[in-house]
C-alpha cells in the first residue's frame, strides 16, 4: 500500500479540540437521511475546479478566480540551478547565470510544495473525467474552467520540462521546495520568502513514474483540447511522446525531493501504460497491449492497491473499456473493485490516509461497469456514496467545501487556514476563508476529526481533487442537476470573483 507520509512530515501536536467521531467499528455508515433528494451534481463538479485556484502558485493568481489568493512564490522565477552539471546544465541555463524560471503550477495539497508527480496526476485524472463522461462539463457550464486548470498544470509541466534541439529530455525539474523546510512553516503562501531548492530529473539519474505520469497529464489534458485549441493539444503532444520516450528509456526511480513524501517504489509500468493509453486516443501512438486478468497486468507489476497517484492501474482499465469496449478491461475492474470491498447502497466504502478518494477512486471503477445505466445497481452504489460524501452522513458534513450547509471548518490548508499564531496547525484555528471545492479526506470506519493537525481527515490534495472530479463527473452524468446554481452561488461568496471570465462556454440546457 503506498501512501503519502505526512505523518513524519507534517507539523505535530497534540490534539487541542473536540473531538467528532462516528460510532461505527466497521467501514459502514448509516446516512443522515436516506430519502434525502438528489444532490446538485453539476453545482458539485463545477464548485471542485476552485480547489485547483486555491492551490495555483506563482504569477497571474491576483485577481483571478479567487480573492482571497494572490501571486505567491514569485521568486521561483529565478530559482537557482543547483546542483545540476554537464550539458543537461547549458541547455537549463543557456546564459550561464545560475538561474531558471519554474514558477507556476500548484501547490501539493496543505503545503506548498510542487511535485510533478502529483501535478500530472490531476491533469490525467481531469481529462480522464471528461473522457469517461462527454459533455458532462458542458452541462454543468464549467467546460472553460476545467480547460483553465488543465492549462494553467499544462504550462507548469512543459515548462519545467527541457528540450535538446532534437526535442529530447535533457532535463526535468520535477520538485520544487524542500518538504521537511515547507512543514515547517505555517502561513499564507503569499508571504513566503524561503528557499525553494530544485529536484532535478536526468537520463543518469531518472524517475519514469514521474517521467510517464507528466506525460500521461500532458497526452490528457491534449486530448480535451484537441478540438477547442488544435495547436495547444499539439504541443502537449510533443511533451508528452518525450517524456513518455525518456521514462522508458532511461529507466530509474530518483526520489530526490520526494523522500518521505511520495514514494513510487520501482515499479513505473502502470504510468507508462497510462501515458500509452492517452496518446492512442490522441491517435499519436500505438494501442497498449496490457490487459489486467484477475489482478494481474503482467510479471506481478500490481498489487491490487487502488487508483491513486501511485497506482494508476485502474485508471487505465476504465480509460481502455470506454475506448474499445472490450469486456476484458470491465471484469478486471470489477475483480479489482470486489477485492477492495465493492461498493453497494447502504454501506460507505473507506479507509485510508485522505479515504475519501479511495472511495471515489472506487466509485470510478462502479460508474464504469454501470456503462451509462443510471438504474444499474452500480450507478446506484456510487451516487449512494457520492451523497455521503456532500452530506447524508451521520455528521451531516460535505467533505467537499462550501458545499451544503455545512462543511469542516478546522482544515488542514496553510492558504486558507494560516491562523494567527506560530503555533500554526497545532492550535486548531478555524479556517480564515472558505476553499470552495477542496475535498478533504473525510470520515473512515474510525470517524472523524475536525481538527487542523488530524490531517488526515481535514487536509486535501491535487490527487484527492482528481479523484473526486471522476467519481463526481460520472454520478452527474447520470442524475444531473443545474447549471445555474455555482454561478448564482459564486456571486454571493465573498472568496470567489464572480466577474473573471474562465472562456466563453455556456452552460447546456438539459
Same mark, same amino acid.
Given at each position: 500500500?503506498?501512501?503519502?507520509?505526512?505523518?513524519?512530515?507534517?507539523?505535530?501536536?497534540?490534539?487541542?479540540? *473536540?473531538?467528532?467521531?462516528?460510532?461505527?467499528?466497521?467501514?459502514?455508515?448509516?446516512?443522515?437521511?436516506?430519502?434525502?433528494?438528489?444532490?446538485?451534481?453539476?453545482?458539485?463538479?463545477?464548485?471542485?475546479?476552485?480547489?485547483?485556484?486555491?492551490?495555483?502558485?506563482?504569477?497571474?493568481?491576483?485577481?483571478?478566480?479567487?480573492?482571497?489568493?494572490?501571486?505567491?512564490?514569485?521568486?521561483?522565477?529565478?530559482?537557482?540551478?543547483?546542483?545540476?552539471?554537464?550539458?543537461?546544465?547549458?541547455?537549463?541555463?543557456?546564459?550561464?547565470?545560475?538561474?531558471?524560471?519554474?514558477?507556476?503550477?500548484?501547490?501539493?495539497?496543505?503545503?506548498?510544495?510542487?511535485?510533478?508527480?502529483?501535478?500530472?496526476?490531476?491533469?490525467?485524472?481531469?481529462?480522464?473525467?471528461?473522457?469517461?463522461?462527454?459533455?458532462?462539463?458542458?452541462? /454543468?457550464?464549467?467546460?472553460?474552467?476545467?480547460?483553465?486548470?488543465?492549462? %494553467?498544470? $499544462?504550462?507548469?509541466?512543459?515548462?519545467?520540462?527541457?528540450?535538446?534541439?532534437?526535442?529530447?529530455?535533457? /532535463?526535468?525539474?520535477?520538485?520544487?521546495? +524542500?518538504?521537511?523546510?515547507?512543514?515547517?512553516?505555517?502561513?499564507?503562501?503569499?508571504?513566503?520568502?524561503?528557499?525553494?531548492?530544485?529536484? %532535478?530529473?536526468?537520463?543518469?539519474?531518472?524517475?519514469?513514474?514521474?517521467?510517464?505520469?507528466? $506525460?500521461?497529464?500532458?497526452?490528457?489534458?491534449?486530448?480535451?483540447?484537441?478540438?477547442?485549441?488544435?495547436?495547444?493539444?499539439?504541443?502537449?503532444?510533443?511533451?508528452?511522446?518525450?517524456?513518455?520516450?525518456?521514462?522508458?528509456?532511461?529507466?530509474?526511480?530518483?526520489?530526490?525531493?520526494?523522500?518521505?513524501?511520495?514514494?513510487?517504489?520501482?515499479?513505473?509500468?502502470?504510468?507508462?501504460?497510462?501515458?500509452?493509453?492517452?496518446?492512442?486516443?490522441?491517435?499519436?501512438?500505438?494501442?497498449?497491449?496490457?490487459?489486467?486478468?484477475?489482478?494481474?497486468?503482467?510479471?506481478?507489476?500490481?498489487?491490487?492497491?487502488?487508483?491513486?497517484?501511485?497506482?494508476?492501474?485502474?485508471?487505465?482499465?476504465?480509460?481502455?473499456?470506454?475506448?474499445?469496449?472490450?469486456?476484458?478491461?470491465?471484469?478486471?475492474?470489477?475483480?479489482?473493485?470486489?477485492?477492495?470491498?465493492?461498493?453497494?447502497?447502504? *454501506?460507505?466504502?473507506?479507509?485510508?490516509?485522505?479515504?475519501?478518494?479511495?472511495?471515489?477512486?472506487?466509485?470510478?471503477?462502479?460508474?464504469?461497469?454501470?456503462?451509462?445505466?443510471?438504474?444499474?445497481?452500480?450507478?446506484?452504489?456510487?451516487?449512494?456514496?457520492?451523497?455521503?460524501?456532500?452530506?447524508? +452522513?451521520?455528521?451531516?458534513?460535505?467533505?467537499?467545501?462550501?458545499?451544503?450547509?455545512?462543511?469542516?471548518?478546522?482544515?488542514?490548508?496553510?492558504?486558507?487556514?494560516?491562523?494567527?499564531?506560530?503555533?500554526?496547525?497545532?492550535?486548531?484555528?478555524?479556517?480564515?476563508?472558505?476553499?470552495?471545492?477542496?475535498?478533504?479526506?473525510?470520515?473512515?470506519?474510525?470517524?472523524?476529526?475536525?481538527?487542523?493537525?488530524?490531517?488526515?481527515?481535514?487536509?486535501?490534495?491535487?490527487?484527492?481533487?482528481?479523484?473526486?472530479?471522476?467519481?463526481?463527473?460520472?454520478?452527474?452524468?447520470?442524475?444531473?442537476?443545474?447549471?445555474?446554481?455555482?454561478?448564482?452561488?459564486?456571486?454571493?461568496?465573498?472568496?470567489?470573483?464572480?466577474?473573471?471570465?474562465?472562456?466563453?462556454?455556456?452552460?447546456?440546457?438539459?
Amino acid at each position: 500500500m503506498k501512501l503519502k507520509n505526512t505523518v513524519t512530515r507534517k507539523l505535530t501536536a497534540a490534539a487541542a479540540s *473536540t473531538v467528532m467521531a462516528l460510532t461505527s467499528a466497521a467501514a459502514t455508515f448509516t446516512p443522515m437521511n436516506a430519502s434525502a433528494a438528489d444532490h446538485d451534481y453539476y453545482k458539485a463538479l463545477a464548485m471542485s475546479l476552485y480547489m485547483y485556484d486555491a492551490n495555483a502558485c506563482g504569477k497571474g493568481i491576483t485577481d483571478g478566480p479567487l480573492t482571497w489568493r494572490g501571486d505567491c512564490h514569485t521568486y521561483d522565477g529565478e530559482a537557482p540551478v543547483g546542483s545540476l552539471g554537464g550539458s543537461a546544465k547549458s541547455i537549463v541555463d543557456p546564459d550561464g547565470d545560475g538561474k531558471v524560471d519554474v514558477s507556476g503550477g500548484f501547490h501539493d495539497a496543505g503545503d506548498h510544495i510542487k511535485f510533478n508527480l502529483t501535478i500530472g496526476f490531476a491533469l490525467s485524472s481531469l481529462a480522464l473525467s471528461d473522457y469517461l463522461n462527454p459533455g458532462v462539463y458542458e452541462k /454543468a457550464g464549467c467546460k472553460d474552467h476545467l480547460i483553465y486548470e488543465l492549462k %494553467w498544470g $499544462a504550462d507548469y509541466l512543459m515548462k519545467t520540462t527541457f528540450l535538446d534541439s532534437s526535442d529530447k529530455v535533457a /532535463a526535468i525539474a520535477h520538485v520544487v521546495a +524542500n518538504g521537511g523546510t515547507d512543514h515547517g512553516i505555517w502561513s499564507a503562501p503569499e508571504v513566503q520568502t524561503y528557499d525553494r531548492p530544485i529536484y %532535478w530529473l536526468t537520463e543518469s539519474d531518472n524517475n519514469s513514474s514521474v517521467s510517464c505520469e507528466m $506525460a500521461a497529464g500532458l497526452a490528457g489534458t491534449a486530448y480535451v483540447l484537441k478540438d477547442s485549441d488544435p495547436a495547444y493539444s499539439a504541443e502537449c503532444l510533443k511533451y508528452a511522446k518525450a517524456l513518455l520516450e525518456f521514462g522508458q528509456k532511461h529507466v530509474g526511480n530518483n526520489s530526490g525531493g520526494i523522500g518521505g513524501f511520495y514514494d513510487t517504489a520501482a515499479q513505473y509500468q502502470d504510468e507508462e501504460a497510462m501515458a500509452q493509453a492517452w496518446l492512442w486516443v490522441n491517435d499519436a501512438g500505438s494501442k497498449p497491449s496490457r490487459v489486467g486478468k484477475n489482478g494481474d497486468y503482467g510479471n506481478s507489476q500490481y498489487d491490487g492497491w487502488v487508483y491513486s497517484w501511485d497506482k494508476v492501474w485502474q485508471g487505465y482499465s476504465a480509460l481502455m473499456y470506454k475506448a474499445t469496449g472490450d469486456k476484458a478491461y470491465a471484469d478486471e475492474l470489477q475483480y479489482e473493485l470486489k477485492n477492495q470491498g465493492d461498493l453497494k447502497v447502504g *454501506t460507505y466504502n473507506a479507509g485510508g490516509w485522505g479515504a475519501s478518494r479511495y472511495n471515489c477512486a472506487k466509485q470510478m471503477d462502479a460508474l464504469a461497469l454501470a456503462n451509462g445505466d443510471a438504474n444499474a445497481d452500480y450507478a446506484k452504489a456510487a451516487k449512494y456514496q457520492m451523497d455521503h460524501i456532500l452530506g447524508d +452522513n451521520n455528521l451531516g458534513y460535505s467533505f467537499l467545501l462550501g458545499f451544503g450547509d455545512k462543511w469542516p471548518v478546522h482544515i488542514h490548508h496553510r492558504a486558507a487556514n494560516p491562523g494567527n499564531d506560530s503555533s500554526g496547525a497545532s492550535s486548531n484555528p478555524s479556517a480564515k476563508y472558505t476553499a470552495y471545492g477542496l475535498l478533504v479526506g473525510g470520515d473512515d470506519s474510525s470517524g472523524y476529526q475536525d481538527q487542523t493537525d488530524k490531517y488526515q481527515y481535514t487536509e486535501g490534495a491535487l490527487d484527492y481533487n482528481g479523484c473526486f472530479a471522476i467519481a463526481c463527473a460520472g454520478v452527474a452524468n447520470l442524475y444531473g442537476g443545474d447549471a445555474t446554481s455555482m454561478p448564482a452561488l459564486a456571486k454571493q461568496a465573498s472568496e470567489i470573483n464572480a466577474d473573471f471570465k474562465f472562456g466563453s462556454a455556456e452552460p447546456v440546457t438539459t
